[in-house]
């Protein structure tokens, strides 16, 4: 398997995943053209996308969504609440009802050669998900946007090869930051987003000697930086009790603005 970053963080999250065979985009957060230079950074064709996997509604998750199914026509796989909220998205224009298909939380699908397994995550949105995807006994999740982890989402993230995971914040930058009240209390809040220390904790739970890529995503732009999110997580893995140095794995942060190479899974 294979999986890149295209964009991630508040302004626009967009992954690929996919095999010789299939190709799938999770999230479509950017404008067509970014996502299709992305793809074309890795000689990966837009036209070749097979389907295309949204998390949650919230705009910096669909907001190239309806440019993309209008010009490529791809199916779409999502809630049927998923659904009905991005169909309410006027900004979105028109997106073709039939591209939809409806997925639910532990159901398995598969596309082409890859197995696919949402699951529930604690988000305030109409029905979010984070996927698991399988492929020749080779398995990725994306897991971002979620207030809290708990032994249901820990479950589904177990014997992963390669993870996208949140760090999205730094609950101090957070408190001292100029937000306003309710947007603190929204991110920090279990439905919000998961911290840089959350985010260790949770890494802890699923670390194992295979895994290969951890990759933090959604990092916040007002709350976080890249060397901060990636110290504090490694600072958890050190400071835990398992037997593993953060050093043992290859831990990246996803950029922004800027499509990552291929990670070979
Ligand atoms: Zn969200
Ligand atoms: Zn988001």
Same mark, same amino acid.
């Given at each position: 398997m ?17 095999t ?6 999770v ?5 067509k053209?970014?996502?299709e ?21 919230h ?5 190239g969504?309806g440019?993309i199914?209008?010009k490529?026509?791809i199916p ?6 998923t %659904? ?5 998205t %006027? ?11 409806n997925i ?11 197995d696919?397994?949402?699951f529930d995550?604690s !988000?305030?949105?109409?029905w ?12 990725v ?11 249901y989402?820990?479950? !589904? ?5 390669g ?10 930058m ?11 209390q ?6 919000g987003?998961l ?11 699923i670390?194992?000697d295979?895994i290969? !890529?951890?990759?933090? #995503?959604?990092l916040s ?7 901060? #999110?990636?110290?504090?997580? %490694?600072?958890e ?5 398992n037997?593993? %140095? #953060?050093?043992?794995f ?7 603005d ?8």
């Amino acid at each position: 398997m294979r999986i890149s970053t295209i964009a991630s963080g508040s302004s626009g999250n967009c992954i690929y995943v996919g095999t010789d065979n299939t190709h799938l985009l999770v999230d479509t957060g950017v404008s067509k053209k970014r996502t299709e230079e992305g793809l074309f950074k890795n000689d990966i064709d837009m036209k070749d996308i097979n389907g295309i996997l949204i998390t949650h509604e919230h705009i910096d998750h669909i907001n190239g969504l309806g440019v993309i199914s209008r010009k490529y026509n791809i199916p779409i796989y999502c809630t049927p609440k998923t %659904k009905d909220a991005i169909l309410s998205t %006027k900004k979105l224009g028109e997106i073709d009802k039939d591209l939809f298909n409806n997925i639910y939380p532990d159901d398995e699908f598969a596309i082409g050669d890859i197995d696919i397994c949402a699951f529930d995550i604690s !988000h305030d949105a109409a029905w979010p998900v984070g996927y698991r995807l399988t492929s020749d006994n080779k398995s990725v999740a994306v897991a971002t946007d979620m207030g809290k982890f708990d032994d249901y989402i820990i479950s !589904h993230l177990k014997n992963l090869d390669g993870i996208v995971v949140e760090a999205n914040h730094d609950v101090r930058m957070v408190l001292a930051g100029i937000y306003p009240y309710y947007l603190k209390q929204r991110i920090l809040g279990d439905d919000g987003h998961l911290s840089n220390e959350n985010s260790g904790k949770l890494i802890n739970e699923i670390l194992h000697d295979n895994i290969k !890529h951890i990759i933090l #995503a959604h990092l916040s732009k007002e709350n976080n930086y890249e060397e901060l #999110a990636f110290q504090t997580v %490694k600072s958890e893995i050190e400071l835990s009790d398992n037997k593993y %140095k #953060a050093d043992d794995f290859n831990i990246l942060v996803a950029k922004r603005d800027i499509a990552s190479e291929i990670y070979y899974i």
